[in-house]
């Protein structure tokens, strides 16, 4: 069975940081990319941050400098263990926090990530 599961969203004060994780485990496929999203109510869902297996990465604009993807090598191409180290949060970071994953190139596009978690929610107050 297919699991990609977020963990460490919470509530910070503006300036504060947060560390997501997340797990992707039971592919019949390698992984090659993974991402972290975000959505807020209303609007759609935005591309964060980017990595794939070689460790390129993409940012958005308006993480760059305070946001940092990684992750851990696994034995299993099967399996990802994904980290997003956030820095000087801001109120507009607010959102549900989404981990995918892609057989593809990395890429700040949703379209082309086929497994998804659930979503965590992180919260930043001014």
């Known amino acids: 069975e297919v699991l990609v599961e977020e963990s460490g969203g919470g509530s910070v004060e503006s300036g504060g940081s947060l560390r997501l994780s997340c797990t992707a485990t039971g592919f019949v496929y390698p992984i090659y990319s993974m991402a972290w999203f975000r959505q807020v109510p209303g609007k759609e869902r935005e591309g964060v941050a980017a990595?794939?297996?070689?460790?390129?990465?993409?940012?958005?604009?308006f993480v760059k400098g305070r946001f940092t993807i990684s992750t851990i090598a696994q034995n299993n191409p099967r399996t990802n263990t994904l980290s997003l180290q956030m820095n000087n949060l801001q109120p507009e970071d607010t959102a549900i926090y989404y981990c995918?994953?892609?057989?593809?190139?990395?890429?700040?596009?949703?379209?082309?990530?086929?497994?998804w978690g659930l979503g965590t929610q992180v919260t930043v107050s001014s």
């Open positions: 990595i794939d297996t070689d460790n390129a990465t993409s940012y958005a604009d």
């Open positions: 995918a994953s892609s057989p593809w190139g990395q890429t700040l596009s949703p379209a082309r990530y086929t497994k």
